[in-house]
């Protein structure tokens, strides 16, 4: 049997793995050319409580479920992951209400260990939170990671287990006959498969339509972020949320696995053709200022990294869409808005354990679910890292400096299957640094080059039309 998957983002790459654990062929499709470029790549990488879903939805369902899963998955993955929980403040008389329906929506949920605490008590835990906070709601299950890590280990270790990669493949088209599904076609042809999952983030909404499964159209909500230096670490050591408004969690202060304080996002809502639009803005970025100064007011801005956007799929109605739709063999984990990135093990868990029933396939007795780590520098004894570099010397080759990254861990990225800048990126951190890459891209580019056996000139930031060099000035 064979079943495909349609989307390599957390989810899709999520999917894929679990799919691997049972006798079927797999194959994990994306235009890109590697997963977590899609949505997975900008958002804030919270993996929520759940306090935030109203009962009784899809979202709250697999938030709850999901974060419960993140310690095994992401450990099982080698993927960053710290449970660092989460405060959502409350200034006014009306926003400490909505902090006691947060209380009652969680507890609804099954979300552990939700606790009101006075105004003190949350400055006790997070000195620098604006002095004039009246209460706060604690959420010690909120955790957080790095999606577009997670789902690179995710589709790594599907391969592992026999998963077919097929990056760079854009799915055109579904052939169905009589109500069920038959086919996939893709830029480089026929594929006859017995299931499909969509899990095509922004573009689910076509792939739905590619079935002939109606889909109202889905809109993308865009997100500003500042993102601010290790330098400010410690700035706040949990997740600070205002109290929700009705088109998002807020502007959010947050550390980031690396060190790093994140600021944001906003929440606009864009025409759904805009699914490419994610730049920032001038306006946007001041509202994320005014909207983190509200919870942090003395904000540390001369350690500014850099900011970004990224685009939240937001569906009609507002709740995932999971599970087997009118046409037969046609599953969708579709409308994955947030808190898709912490609902996404449990939905891949489950629509994989449907797939599997409704085909009648066995588990497989040997699934191996662990993806060794690319060991990093940084958290390296003196003696393990002189150890490696007598083994090979490129452990010794510094390639990034701010966040300490040799050459043999750019090349081992390589090997694990990183094509482009941003995938070595994504993999080792290189780039990701203080000097945004101003120093490193030229030397992993020429090491993709080297190792890819492609001219520099083909060797892309993240895919086709970001390449960074045309040819030679000199000869
Ligand atoms: C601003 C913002 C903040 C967020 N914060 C959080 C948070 O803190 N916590 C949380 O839980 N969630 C959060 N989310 C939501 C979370 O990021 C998403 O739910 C999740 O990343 C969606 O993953 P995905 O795999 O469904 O989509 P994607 O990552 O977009 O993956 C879909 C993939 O499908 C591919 N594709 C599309 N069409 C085709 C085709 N025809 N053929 C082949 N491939 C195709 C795309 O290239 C893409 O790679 C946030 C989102 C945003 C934007």
């Known amino acids: 049997m064979r079943v495909a998957v349609i989307g390599a983002g957390v989810v899709g790459a999520l999917i894929a793995r679990e799919l691997s654990r049972y006798e079927a062929e797999v194959l994990l499709f994306d235009r890109e050319p590697e997963p977590g470029f899609g949505v997975t790549k900008a958002n804030s990488a919270i993996v929520h409580a759940g306090f935030h879903d109203e009962p009784g939805t899809m979202r709250a369902r697999f938030c709850v479920a999901g974060n419960a899963l993140y310690p095994e998955i992401c450990a099982e993955l080698s993927v960053p992951f710290r449970r660092v929980g989460a405060l959502v403040l409350a200034f006014t008389p009306e926003e400490e209400r909505t902090l006691s329906v947060l209380l009652d929506q969680g507890e609804a949920n099954g979300v552990p260990g939700l606790m009101l605490l006075s105004g003190a008590e949350a400055l006790a835990r997070e000195p620098r939170v604006n002095p004039e906070v009246r209460r706060a709601l604690w959420a010690p299950t909120v955790g957080i990671t790095e999606p577009w890590a997670l789902a690179q280990a995710a589709a790594e270790n599907a391969a592992q287990n026999g998963a077919q990669l097929r990056l760079g493949e854009e799915v055109l088209g579904i052939v169905v006959r009589r109500g069920k599904v038959e086919a996939l076609r893709t830029e480089k042809g026929v594929h006859p498969v017995s299931a499909v999952v969509n899990a095509a983030g922004l573009y689910a909404d076509r792939v739905a339509m590619m079935a002939g499964v109606p889909f109202p ?99 009609e109605g507002g709740d995932f869409v999971v599970g087997e739709s009118s046409v037969r063999g046609f599953y969708q984990a579709a409308g994955m808005r947030s808190p898709g990135l912490t609902a996404a093990p449990a939905v891949a868990r489950s629509l994989a354990e449907a797939i599997a029933t409704d085909l009648g396939l066995a588990r497989k007795s040997r699934f191996n679910p662990v993806r060794p780590p690319i060991p990093r520098v940084e958290e390296l004894t003196e003696e393990e890292w002189d150890r490696l570099i007598k083994e090979d010397p490129r452990w010794g080759r510094i390639v990034c400096f701010c966040n300490q990254v040799t050459e043999a861990q750019v090349v081992e990225a390589i090997r694990r299957g990183a094509r482009t800048l941003d995938g070595v990126k994504f993999r080792t951190r290189a780039g990701f640094g203080r000097c945004q890459g101003s120093f490193c891209t030229a030397r992993i580019l020429a090491i993709l080059s080297r190792e890819l056996g492609r001219g520099p000139e083909e060797i892309s930031l993240r895919g086709r039309g970001s390449e960074l060099v045309w040819g030679k000035v000199r000869p």
Do not use: C
Request: aromatic content about 4%.
């Open 217 to 315: 159209p889905i809109r993308p909500r865009r997100g500003q972020y500042i993102l601010l230096d290790k330098t400010a670490e410690g700035l706040v050591s949990s997740v600070l949320f205002p109290t929700p408004n009705p088109l998002s969690k807020g502007i959010l202060v947050l550390p980031t696995v690396d060190g790093g304080i994140l600021l944001g996002p906003t929440a606009e809502d864009l025409p759904p053709e805009e699914k490419e639009a994610a730049e920032t803005t001038r306006e946007g970025l001041f509202q994320v200022l005014a909207g983190a100064r509200k919870l942090v007011p003395e904000l540390p801005l001369t350690e500014t990294l850099k900011t970004f956007a990224g685009l939240r799929p937001e569906p």
